[in-house]
């Protein structure tokens, strides 16, 4: 065979879906594709998509792995809506992502698994690589299963070893679609098997043939170029949104000067934060991975109260289990930072699927009267600057934090530019000083309302914290019906004057118009494009976005005036806009949701505000 001449057609952007058997390595190769992509200068978004069975059937819908990423040379938000090209590991896969496909997209199966039988399971009565079914679609159908054993025959590898092996023969045939050298893949096999040598010789063999057989296909007519992204100087890695969590807690340790301290119980899709502050025993990360959720805060609130920034991860289930515990920290007025990573509910409900499930949980989930701060993430990215904000706030105004993100951002990755821990804003906790003669546990600052942070073994600042109701001033413990409502009105008054300290709410648009849209958490993105796309088309439509939820900035009131509609979209059946409806009743929300355990697509919200932009 001899390599053939294609058309090169330079693109501002694409879409690639690699779906899969969950052991077929889609995550994998998606995650390389994207590295490389990263350092060659894209900008890029992912979306991980996995399976909640941990060992579903063979080649069923159940058991499908997907992994998108959206690249480009301009700055991307979202990790896209249809795809350009879906690489589809076996008939499963293929039945249940066809849909995101666009019209004309490249599909590259791996046709050598196509048999009656796998067809049958996957719901097929037909081939479709035979039927005429795909006939809208480029079909490059690949014997990647077949090819794979055949580039690896002269190494004697065995069948097994050689089937876990064809994902780097689609990657491969992607390279060349792609106009991508295998430069940067051959260099991660060379760091991820440095001690097996053997490793790294049967996946640059199998990368290179996919890669070569790209070249000789006449399917391939064209393939495609993407510039490098405009981007600011300075160093980037691609980060998902649990590591740029992890990073932006030992970022606040040491610009506070506190230790941190992680006491937390694995769950999906927040353990990889846990996973990742365990590596940073350099940095004086303490990782105590509990027997149970409640032992996991209650450590964290010890921690707490020695000094640490302590910290505790969970999801919606967790959350739950962490309730009591948070009333303590409420109580004691102990900083605390509680993230939750979202995921489906309710009950163990949908593990590795992304949703808004726990707004009303962060504000009301707890016994008696018990506000904490709540505020969300927004990108993967952004994680990393609200966790950091997170704990700031907790340890500058004593007391608990959440910090909602979703599972989407969390596994979700975005390109990062790595600050200088310096350039963070200060974070000042109010550490009372040995023999101060005026120190009371409760004794206030007038501005804040903020009591003083007494670390045990501080010459002269004995004190007692428990969960019982305490006396205003000395803590001593109290029953008094009058001192019971000063407590929780000082309590929650602190709250609200920690609105003194925030940035103003800001609109994407004009100040006025026809059309004012809502969202909070990982749903900017979507929003933001869908908005931005209207606006150039001339339609009088803004955006504003929250971040700070409880309490809300202070100018909030004053944005929805300017508006003659208002629509909130959420991932739920509609929390925040609900919560809206309590602390603004003189407005009217109208709202917009999607409980499907994916994220918004922009033609989705599109079409929604077009229709609401119609209407009288």
Request: charged residues 20%; glycine residues 8%; aromatic residues 8%.
């Amino acid at each position: 065979m001899t390599k053939k001449k294609n058309n090169v057609v330079e693109k501002e952007e694409v879409v690639i879906k690699f779906v899969g058997d969950s052991g077929d390595g889609m995550q994998l190769i998606g995650t390389i594709f994207s590295d490389a992509a990263a350092i060659l200068g894209n900008d890029i978004a992912t979306f991980p998509d996995y399976p909640a069975e941990i060992r579903a059937p063979h080649n069923t819908i159940a058991g499908v792995s997907g992994f998108q990423v959206h690249l480009g040379k301009i700055k991307i938000h979202t990790p896209g809506d249809l795809c350009d090209v879906l690489v589809a590991m076996n008939p499963a896969s293929l039945k249940a992502n066809l849909k995101w496909a666009k019209p004309g997209a490249n599909i590259i199966v791996d046709a050598d698994v196509f048999e009656d039988k796998a067809n049958e399971k996957a719901g097929y009565k037909t081939n479709p690589l035979t039927d005429g079914s795909l006939s809208d679609y480029n079909l490059i159908a690949a014997p990647v299963s077949s090819m794979t054993k055949d580039s690896l025959a002269a190494m004697n590898i065995d069948p097994k070893t050689a089937d876990k092996s064809k994902n780097m023969f689609a990657l491969g045939i992607i390279n060349y679609l792609f106009n991508r050298t295998l430069d940067h893949t051959f260099k991660y096999f060379e760091v991820k098997f440095k001690k097996k040598p053997a490793f790294i010789n049967i996946n640059k063999t199998v990368l290179q043939a996919g890669y070569n057989f790209a070249e000789t296909l006449e399917a391939i007519k064209t393939t495609f170029s993407i510039s490098s992204a405009k981007i600011e100087k300075g160093k980037y890695r691609n980060i998902t949104g649990n590591m740029a969590t992890a990073w932006g807690l030992l970022a606040a340790s040491e610009r506070s000067g506190r230790p941190l301290f992680l006491g937390s119980y694995p769950i999906t899709p927040a353990t990889e934060i846990l996973i990742e502050l365990a590596k940073w025993k350099s940095l004086g990360a303490k990782v105590f991975q509990a027997e149970d959720e409640i032992a996991g805060i209650c450590s964290a609130i010890g921690a707490s109260f020695t000094g640490s920034l302590a910290i505790t991860t969970t999801s919606g289930p967790g959350l739950s289990l962490k309730s009591e515990a948070i009333g303590l920290a409420v109580m004691t007025e102990l900083p605390l930072v509680i993230v939750n990573v979202q995921r489906g509910g309710p009950s163990t409900g949908l593990p590795t699927k992304s949703e808004q499930s726990d707004l009303m949980q962060a504000l009301f989930g707890r016994n008696g009267e018990a506000p904490v701060i709540v505020i969300a993430a927004s990108t993967s990215v952004n994680c990393f600057y609200y966790a950091y904000e997170a704990a700031k706030l907790a340890m500058e105004h004593m007391t608990p934090v959440i910090l909602l993100t979703e599972g989407c951002l969390g596994f979700g990755s975005e390109l990062f530019k790595i600050p200088k821990v310096a350039d963070l804003p200060a974070i000042n906790p109010p550490i009372a000083e040995a023999n101060d003669k005026n120190y009371k546990p409760y004794f206030r600052n007038e501005k804040t309302l903020v009591r003083k942070w007494a670390l045990p073994g501080t010459e002269g600042l004995r004190h007692r914290l428990g969960g019982l109701e305490k006396e205003n001033i000395t803590g001593n413990v109290s029953s008094d019906p009058i001192n019971h409502q000063l407590m929780t009105n000082l309590r929650a008054e602190k709250i609200e004057k920690v609105a003194d300290f925030l940035p103003n709410q800001e609109i994407l648009g004009e100040k006025e118009g026809d059309l004012l849209v809502i969202g909070w958490g990982s749903t900017h993105g979507a929003i933001y494009s869908a908005v931005d796309e209207l606006q150039k088309q001339g339609m009088k439509i803004s955006q504003t976005h929250f971040n700070y939820i409880l309490p809300f900035p202070k100018n909030t009131a004053k944005i929805f005036k300017g508006f003659k509609k208002i629509v909130v979209c959420e991932l739920n059946a509609g929390q925040l806009v609900n919560y809206l409806r309590m602390k603004f009743p003189q407005y009217q929300f109208m709202q917009y949701n999607k409980v499907q355990g994916l994220p918004f697509v922009v033609s989705e919200l599109k079409d929604k505000f077009n229709q609401i932009l119609k209407e009288k």
